[in-house]
C-alpha cells in the first residue's frame, strides 16, 4: 500500500510549477517572533531552580522530604493540564480575529503569573498563578502559525533553522536567574539586606526578571509586530455569529487563498476559518497522529534521561553527580540548537521532510537500547571511555530526533484544509502534543521506577520507550513523500 501511495504522488513531485527560487525570510517580522520565541522557555526555565526549595518553605510538605518531587510535580502539571485545555481555542481564535491579539493576551498572562508565583504564600496560590499561565499563553502555539504563515514552503526550512536559537538562550539564562537571584537578601545582604520586601518574598526578584521582560515584549509587540493574517472579524461580529463563520465575511482574502478558480463557494471556504468538524480532515489527523507519537518518546526519553545518569549503577543508571548532569543536558541542548540552524535546511533540501522525520523517529530504537548497553559497560567496566562514546552517540542520536519537529512543521502547515484555518490546524497538533507532555514523563517515570524494583525486569522502560518508537515510525509513514504534496491538492 505504501509503494502504490508513492506511485501516485510522483507525478505531483514533479510538477514544473513548483517554485524553485527561495523567497527571502521577512526579517522585520521574523526577528520580532525570535525574539517573542524566548518568553515561555525563560518563565518556565527560571522557575526550575528554586521551586523545590520554594515547596519546603511554604511548608505544604510538613517537613516530609519525599513529598517535595510530588508537589513539585503538580506545579508543572498544572500547567501543562490548563494549557492543553485552551491552546485549540486560542489557536482558533486567532484565525478569527488574528494572531496579534492573541499574543498580547499570553505576554501579559505571562508578567501577571509570573508576578503572582513570586508573591504566593500558599501551594494553592503557585497552582492558580501556573494554571493561569498555562491556561492564557498560547503564545508557543501562535508563533510557530506566525511563521507558517509569513513563510512559503521554500523559505520555511531556513527559518526553521533559526528557531532554535531563542530556546537556547533561554534554556541557558532562565536557570541562571532563578538560580543566582532566588533568596537575594539571603544571599547578597550587602545589596538587597535592607529590603523588606524582598525578605518577605524571596522569590520575587527571579520572578520579577522573566514578568518585565514579557512586559517590554509586550510593548515591542504592540508598536512592531503587523498582524500576519488577513481574514479576520471583530470580536464583536464573533460573539454574535459564535465560532461557525457563517455570520461574518473576513475583511480580505488571504493571499493564500485560491482566487482565481472562478468558483464563488470555492473561494468562500478558501477565505473563512473553518469548524473543528471541517478541519478533522484526514491529513489533519494523519499529520497529529506523528506529531504526538513523536513528542510522546521525546518526552519520555528527557524525563528518563536525567533520572539513568542519576541512578546508582547497581540500580540500572549510572551514578553521575548533578554538575555532571547539568553539564551533558547543556551539551545536548547547545548541540541540539546549533545542529538545526547549521544543517536543517540543507538536509531538508536534500531528502525532504518525510526522509527527516522517519530517519529522526526511528533514532529512538537505538537510543532506547543504548540505556541497559550504557549500563552495562558501567557495571563491568566502571565508567570510562566506553562508556563516554556510548554516552556521546545517543546524544548524538537525539540530535537527529529532534529535527522531527520544523519538519512536523512543514506538514502541519501542508495539511491546513485553507491558509485561514492555519492557526486552528495547528491548535489541534499543539493541543494533541500538550497531552503528550503530560502523559510521557508521568508514564516513562512510572514504568522506570517499577523496572527498577527487585524482582521486576529492568528493560521494562526500554521496551516501553521502544514501542512508543515503533508507533511514530509507523504513523509516519502515513506521510507523503512531500508536504507539497498536500499543499497541490488543496
Not at 522530604?65 to 500547567?79: A, C, H, K
Not at 500558599?122 to 493561569?132: E, H
Not at 532562565?174 to 537575594?184: K, T, V
Not at 563516554?388 to 542520536?397: K, S, T
Request: hydrophobic residues 45%; contains cysteine.
Amino acid at each position: 500500500m505504501i509503494a502504490r501511495q508513492d506511485d501516485e504522488e510522483m507525478p505531483l513531485l514533479q510538477r514544473p510549477e513548483q517554485p524553485t527560487t527561495k523567497t527571502p525570510l521577512p526579517w522585520d517580522q521574523f526577528s520580532i517572533v525570535l525574539f517573542l520565541e524566548t518568553l515561555d522557555p525563560l518563565s518556565s526555565q527560571t522557575l526550575s531552580p528554586f521551586t523545590p526549595q520554594l515547596v519546603r518553605d511554604i511548608g505544604v510538605t510538613h517537613g516530609d522530604e519525599s513529598q517535595v518531587g510530588r508537589y513539585v510535580g503538580i506545579l508543572q502539571s498544572s500547567y501543562y493540564v490548563a494549557h492543553a485545555l485552551t491552546i485549540f481555542h486560542w489557536s482558533q481564535l486567532s484565525d478569527h480575529i488574528g494572531r496579534k491579539p492573541v499574543i498580547l493576551i499570553a505576554l501579559l498572562a505571562i508578567s501577571v503569573s509570573m508576578f503572582s508565583f513570586g508573591l504566593s504564600k500558599t501551594f494553592l496560590d503557585l497552582v492558580i498563578s501556573r494554571v493561569v499561565c498555562g491556561a492564557f499563553d498560547a503564545s508557543n502555539a501562535i508563533l510557530k502559525t506566525m511563521v507558517m504563515d509569513i513563510t512559503d514552503m521554500t523559505n520555511m526550512p531556513e527559518a526553521y533553522g533559526y528557531v532554535p536559537i531563542p530556546w537556547m538562550i533561554a534554556n541557558s539564562i532562565g536557570p541562571l536567574i532563578g538560580g543566582s537571584l532566588s533568596r537575594p537578601a539571603e544571599r547578597f545582604p550587602n545589596i538587597f539586606g535592607r529590603s523588606e520586601l524582598l525578605k518577605a518574598y524571596p522569590y520575587l526578584l527571579p520572578c520579577s526578571i522573566p514578568a518585565l521582560f514579557a512586559s517590554t515584549a509586550w510593548l515591542v509587540t504592540y508598536f512592531g509586530l503587523k498582524e500576519s493574517t488577513s481574514t479576520r472579524t471583530s470580536l464583536w461580529e464573533l460573539i454574535k455569529g459564535g465560532f461557525s463563520g457563517k455570520s461574518y465575511k473576513p475583511r480580505q482574502l488571504s493571499s493564500n487563498a485560491i482566487v482565481d478558480s472562478g468558483e464563488a463557494d470555492l473561494d468562500e471556504v478558501q477565505s473563512k476559518p473553518l469548524s473543528l468538524r471541517a478541519l478533522l480532515t484526514s491529513k489533519v489527523l494523519n499529520v497529529t497522529a506523528s506529531y504526538v507519537t513523536m513528542a510522546l518518546f521525546h518526552m519520555a526519553f528527557n524525563s528518563v534521561l536525567p533520572v539513568f545518569y542519576a541512578t546508582p549503577i547497581e540500580l540500572g543508571g549510572l551514578s553521575l553527580d548533578p554538575p555532571r548532569i547539568g553539564a551533558l543536558l547543556a551539551a545536548q541542548g547547545v548541540a541540539h540548537g546549533i545542529f538545526q540552524l547549521l544543517f536543517f535546511a540543507r538536509l531538508h533540501d536534500r531528502f525532504g521532510a518525510r526522509a527527516i522525520h522517519i530517519t529522526g523517529v526511528t533514532s529512538g530504537i537505538p537510543i532506547a537500547i543504548l540505556f541497559p548497553v550504557i549500563n552495562a559497560l558501567a557495571r563491568a567496566h566502571g565508567i570510562g571511555m566506553a562508556v563516554w562514546l556510548c554516552v556521546a552517540v545517543q546524544l548524538a542520536l537525539s540530535i537527529s530526533f529532534i529535527m522531527c519537529y520544523p519538519s512536523m512543521a512543514l506538514f502541519i502547515r501542508a495539511a491546513s484544509p485553507n491558509h485561514a484555518s492555519l492557526g486552528a490546524t495547528n491548535g489541534i497538533a499543539q493541543m494533541a502534543a500538550s497531552v503528550a507532555r503530560i502523559v510521557g514523563p508521568a508514564s516513562a517515570a512510572s514504568v522506570f521506577s517499577y523496572s527498577m524494583q527487585e524482582g521486576h525486569d529492568a528493560w521494562m522502560i526500554y521496551y516501553f520507550m521502544i514501542t512508543i518508537a515503533l508507533f511514530a515510525v509507523g504513523t509516519g509513514l502515513f506521510l507523503p513523500r512531500s508536504p507539497s504534496v498536500w499543499e497541490d491538492d488543496q
